[in-house]
């Protein structure tokens, strides 16, 4: 079904990924980092991601195989392509990898989009995944146009709730019982960034 708006869109078709642009390699403030599209080589970090408790206790859509990492991965590729998703690795400029930087749930009608994030065991407790959400979210608010940006996670993830709010992601509320974990539903903060917030 074809919808008429009566208001222009805040992004159009092309603004990112248009006439085969190369996904973007971003710096992360504080030295020595980077958000670059993920790699074939970086398949087996990934998958150690979801071999962690804690990843896992926070993440319930996960891979099983490292073949189904990179099959991931051709589908973040198709994602950007098609601008429908922004999915990077956060790495060191050696190319370690670190963790994960996402951008899902592109809206282009309303310029709104959905992060996602999570940091490898030895990385965590360095603000490498606040530093990261920041950087992506300057791309994506000044530099791409989004207005804005929303996360959630479980209120038990005290974690994810610093790492929001570090990167200026304001807490609006919280979503009562809005998403299944392995060990029941959880109510899920809701944080944004809107375009201008500093």
């Known amino acids: 079904m074809t919808r008429t708006l009566s208001t222009p869109p805040t992004l159009v078709s092309g603004c990112f990924a248009g006439a085969g642009v190369p996904q973007p390699v971003l710096p992360v403030a504080g030295g020595g980092l980077l958000l670059r599209p993920w790699e074939r080589a970086d398949a087996r970090a990934f ?3 979801y071999e962690d408790a804690e990843t896992r206790r926070w993440h319930t859509h996960r891979p099983s195989t490292v073949a189904q990492v990179e099959e991931w991965f051709d589908g973040y590729r198709q994602d950007w392509e098609r601008e429908k998703g922004c999915h990077w690795a956060v790495a060191r400029d050696s190319g370690e ?16 989009a959905n992060a996602a994030y999570w940091v490898l065991p030895a990385a965590r407790g360095a603000g490498i995944a606040s530093r990261a959400l920041a950087a992506v979210s300057a791309w994506a608010l000044d530099d791409i146009g989004f207005h ?11 974690a994810s709730c610093r790492v929001a709010t570090k990167a200026g992601f304001l807490l609006e509320g919280t979503k009562r019982s809005a998403a299944v974990h392995d060990d029941g539903r959880h109510d899920m903060h809701l944080h944004a960034r809107v375009r201008g917030d500093r």
């Open 148 to 158: 804005r940006l929303e996360l959630d996670h479980s209120t038990r993830n005290d």
């Open 97 to 112: 990898v670190l963790g994960r930087m996402a951008l899902r749930g592109v809206d282009f009608e309303d310029g709104v």
């Open 47 to 49: 998958f150690s991601a």
